[in-house]
């Protein structure tokens, strides 16, 4: 019988980053637990779904080895007890019969339950953490949040199922779904890579964007089943790389735009959420068309698949003579979100959004379908 004696806020903690993972979700019964490992250097939690591994080291205080799996249920039993409490896990069993015992207070009163387990012996064994290792700054997980958005969905893109990380040019990470692409310039690994959405999505939680990051390029004998891990404080994330190449994004990046639209900092949240608001109206794929006014007003039209519009005119500095384009509301939000400087040359190419840290937005334009003369009718104000 080994008892552990860990804060509720600390579970609660960590049952939020693992749910990240699904695991709970998986098919394999072991995969939904969660593997405790105590001992002399602390006590810390583990989860995996075999192409991911995350672990948290939630206490640095020295005990008792022992080594066993809390199940979903005694998880969530844990995470419910009163704020500011610990939660007391008791293993009691052998190796076919196993138990877990947890005692928590809930409403001032003190509640004890059981909950079958299954042998810690059936948990994958852990990822050996031996390669060339280098240091990232905080920032570098931060930016995913620029470039997460633009990542493919389509599972018969493989490659594009991720972020790519490279160090050419002094480090970007670049996603694409073929309709936009996102770079953010960052300090990079020395190797390049794809990491899946899924791990993506984990190192943009909280607990793994505050501490100075361990990267590690681990060493292994197939290239195809390539690892890398992620240790920042307490937290550890092992993850598989997308095998494949990816595609030359060089290629789609505008060279001469150079017709400019600055949207002011106070009016592009008023003209993002007008955007966002546009993409579930009618049945079909809509398309903003932009104009551009005297008194450096940019005017933007939209009909949905009803046959309806709705116009909105944003105050704007203009350089050059930008063209009339249109483009996906959904597509441009995005865009505005890593950047607010607009940049064009002709209807048919790319725009791109610029932010003055260097992370841009290149988006395709789609064809201008709103007759010019719709688009001067009246129109509401950002």
């Known amino acids: 019988m080994s008892t552990i004696i860990i804060h509720t806020r600390v579970l609660r903690e960590c049952k939020r980053l693992f749910g990240r993972l699904r ?3 998986k098919t394999l019964p072991v995969l939904t637990h969660i593997l405790l490992q105590a001992g002399p250097g602390g006590i810390r939690l583990t989860v995996t ?3 991911h591994w995350i672990e948290s080291h939630v206490s640095t205080d020295p005990a008792e080895p022992v080594r066993f799996l809390i199940p979903p249920d005694a998880m969530d039993t844990a995470c419910r007890a009163d704020r500011g409490t610990f939660a007391t896990f008791t293993s009691y069993g052998g190796r076919r019969n196993k138990e877990i015992g947890l005692v928590i207070t809930q409403g001032g009163i003190e509640a004890t339950s059981l909950h079958l387990t299954l042998d810690a012996n059936e948990f994958p064994e852990a ?16 930016s995913l949040d620029s470039v997460a958005g633009c990542v493919s969905k389509d599972i018969t893109r493989h490659i594009l199922n991720g972020v790519f990380f490279t160090p050419d040019e002094g480090g970007r990470l670049v996603a694409t779904d073929g309709k936009r692409l996102a770079v953010c310039p960052v300090k ?7 990491l899946p959405s899924l791990a993506v999505s984990i190192l943009r939680q909280p607990a793994f964007g505050t501490d100075l990051c361990e990267f590690t390029w681990l060493d292994t004998k197939d290239p195809d089943k390539r ?5 920042c404080g307490p937290h550890l994330l092992v993850a598989t790389t997308l095998t494949g190449r990816y595609p ?13 639209a600055v949207i002011p900092h ?14 579930a109206v009618g049945h079909r794929d809509p398309s903003v068309r932009l104009d551009w006014k005297r008194g450096s007003i940019l005017r933007l039209t939209h ?3 009803d046959g309806r519009s709705s116009f909105l005119e944003v105050p704007v500095e203009i350089h050059g003579k930008p063209p009339v384009i249109a483009f996906h509301p959904d597509y441009l939000a995005d865009a505005l979100e890593i950047g607010s400087t607009l940049c064009l040359s002709d209807e048919i190419s790319p725009g791109i959004c610029r932010h003055p840290t260097g992370r841009f937005c290149v988006l395709m334009p789609m064809r201008v379908q709103i007759p010019a003369a719709e688009s001067d009718q009246p129109q509401a104000a950002a």
Do not use: C
């Open 188 to 194: 990079a690994p020395p190797q390049s890579f794809v």
């Open 49 to 51: 779904d075999l192409d």
């Open 248 to 260: 030359d994004f060089q290629q789609v990046i505008p060279r001469d735009a150079k017709e400019l």
């Open 227 to 231: 690892r890398v891990a992620f240790r």
């Open 127 to 142: 990822p050996t953490l031996e390669g060339e290792t280098s240091t990232l700054p905080p920032d570098t997980l931060r």
């Open 266 to 279: 106070d009016r592009r949240p008023g003209l993002i959420a007008w955007l966002r608001g546009l993409k």
């Open 23 to 25: 695991h709970t979700r």
């Open 303 to 305: 009909r949905d698949g």
